[in-house]
Each structure stands twice: as C-alpha cells, then as structure tokens.
C-alpha cells in the first residue's frame, strides 16, 4: 500500500522569501508522485509530476520538486513567494500500472505575508 | 467541454434523504474517479470507473454509496439516507486512458446535510 505524509498542516511566509512544503511518501513499488494545488473555492490544479524521469521536477508558477528515493520524500520549493501562492496544497502519490486511484495527503495551508 | 463538469456546485439536503451528484468528464477519458474531501483533510477515494470495465469499488464507505457511468460519459453518485458525516465536497476527476497519469479535477459538489 502506498501513503503520504505531509508534514506541516500549515506554512507561513513572508512575500518574497522562500516556500518549502515538505512531504514524505510510503510506497511498495516505484512511485509517481504528484502536488496539487487548490485556491479558495477553485477546483485542484497539477502543479507537476514525477514519474520516473528526471528527479528534479519544475512545475508551473515557478514551483519544482524533487524526488529522493534515499529520503523517501518529494519536497516543494519555490525561490521567492508570491501573495497569490497562498492556497492548500497537497502531496500525492500513485502507483504507475493500471489505472489506480490518487492517494492523497491531508494538505498544507500555506499562508503569504505582505 | 473543456473541462470536467459537475453539478449542484453546492446542495443542502436534510438528514434520511438521498441525493445524486452529477460529473461530466473530459470527452474522450475513458477513466472517471469520485473522491471525497472533508473539512480541512484530504481527499478520500471512493470509486473508479475504467472503461466498460466492472468499477473499483473499494472506496465506499457505506452501502449508501453507489455510483454508475453511461459508457464512457456521465457519470452520477447517488447518496442514500444522507447522514451528518456525509457532508464535504464530493471531486470528480477524469483521465485520458489507462496508465495515463494526470487527472483532472472537476470544481466539486459541496454537501452539507442538515
């Protein structure tokens, strides 16, 4: 059975400094892991992906993500925050045969300060 | 249409009444997923539907749950007897075919149960 573990249920940052989301993944075989995003009232958006190509993943709005088997673990990272990040973000991972369902992490409210 | 779909964006129902949650995927995915999201956790699996395969029904959590799907299109979950612990957004997701890994998010219905 595959999980997630994320690790802070809420993150707080000043506009402009940096975004560490971390994120910890169980999974009995090779995973392909995910981060989603989700806006006040907005539908889930895919932020990026890992599925076993490159281990740095970059993403849309400046977001990337990297995989370390080692650690387990498929931290998000953005240089320098921006007001609009603020939203719920969740770490998601999967196993690549068939067509098998997300599984999810619990999220992280991540907050951006003026 | 361009995305996927679904209505009542919002219901209140009263406690011991069904329901039915509508969900138009992508055209052309041959996937379709129902996931639920209560207050502040992540989402919850609850089926899947491949093709004119037999679903994957492991998700529910009750036999109060069911969902069907009309080929490779609609796709509606009927909630029987609707108790308190119902209430959250219900996400429908879709993906292109089997072994294709993005899934994309519908806007969701949210529930709340009186």
């Known amino acids: 059975a595959q999980s997630v573990t994320q690790l802070d249920s809420h993150v707080s940052v000043s506009e402009g400094t940096p975004v560490l989301l971390r994120c910890n993944y169980s999974?009995?075989?090779?995973?392909?892991l995910f981060w989603y995003v989700q806006h006040p009232n907005k539908g889930l958006q895919l932020l990026l992906k890992?599925?076993?190509?490159?281990?740095l993943v970059k993403g849309i709005n400046g977001f990337e993500a990297e995989f370390k088997k080692s650690e387990t673990s498929f931290h998000l990272t953005k240089p320098s925050a921006h007001m609009s990040d603020a939203a719920e973000y969740f770490c998601?991972?999967?196993?690549?045969?068939?067509?098998?369902?997300?599984?999810f992490g619990k999220g992280t409210r991540l907050s951006v300060i003026a | 249409g361009a995305g996927v779909s679904q209505s009542p964006s919002n219901k209140v129902t009263e406690k011991g009444k069904d329901v039915e949650l509508r969900c138009d995927p992508i055209?052309?995915?041959?996937?379709l997923y129902w996931y639920r999201q209560r207050l502040g956790q992540g989402l919850e699996f609850l089926i899947y539907?491949?093709?004119?395969?037999?679903?994957?029904k492991s998700g529910l959590p009750s036999d109060r749950f069911s969902a069907e799907r009309t080929g490779e299109s609609v796709s509606t979950l009927t909630i029987q007897r609707t108790q308190q612990e119902d209430s959250a957004v219900y996400l429908c997701?879709?993906?292109?075919?089997?072994?294709?890994?993005?899934?994309?998010f519908g806007p969701g219905t949210r529930l709340l149960v009186l």
């Open positions: 997701a879709s993906s292109l075919e089997a072994g294709r890994e993005t899934q994309y």
């Open positions: 999974s009995s075989y090779s995973p392909s």
């Open positions: 890992y599925t076993s190509a490159a281990t």
């Open positions: 998601v991972v999967r196993i690549p045969s068939g067509n098998t369902p997300l599984v």
């Open positions: 055209s052309g995915h041959t996937a």
């Open positions: 539907f491949q093709g004119n395969s037999a679903p994957d």
